[in-house]
């Protein structure tokens, strides 16, 4: 990684030699710009060339992320039967993927049909609940393990 020099005006003299710091520096802060070196000036987005096919400049860096990488979303459960609420966080090792057959809830409290479970995947980092879920007793099967959306965050 290159490394930003800030150079007072006074280094650079108009009719005079540039002194050969000053010339590496001039060569190197351009790169250090673009790598995000301590000290040096961010890129703003009005500088970056998306808005000709900004849709798919997007679309292409999201395709580019594997199952389980941060920033993608998984549909997990918890491995205990415990109600989340949005934003709740929790480490991998106490989600699993799921994959849910059919649902079929009567509001009323008078049916559950509730048929899924937890596969054995369990994945890495820490995660936040996007939505919602809560545990509740079926007398067919016991007490549910809630799934809902995460969202991968380290």
Do not use: H
């Not at 998984?74 to 966080?89: F, I, Q, R």
């Not at 879920?133 to 959306?149: D, H, K, M, N, Q």
Request: with cysteine; net charge negative; aromatic share 8%.
């Amino acid at each position: 990684m290159a490394t930003w020099t800030t150079l007072p005006d006074s280094a650079l003299e108009p009719g005079k030699p540039i002194r050969s710091i000053d010339a590496l520096a001039l060569r190197d802060n351009p790169i250090a710009i673009t790598e995000g070196a301590a000290g040096a000036p961010k890129i703003q987005a009005q500088a970056l060339d998306t808005t000709a096919d900004e849709k798919n400049w997007v679309l292409g860096r999201i395709i580019e992320a594997s199952v389980g990488d941060v920033g993608t979303y998984a549909w997990l459960g918890e491995t205990a039967a415990t109600s989340t609420t949005p934003g709740a966080t929790r480490a991998g090792s106490n989600l699993r993927y799921v994959g849910v057959n059919k649902i079929a809830v009567s509001w009323s409290g008078a049916s559950a049909d509730l048929t899924g479970g937890l596969f054995t995947v369990t994945p890495a980092g820490t995660w936040r609940c996007m939505g919602s879920s809560l545990t509740f007793t079926v007398p067919e099967i016991g007490a549910t393990y809630p799934a809902t959306l995460w969202l991968r965050i380290a």
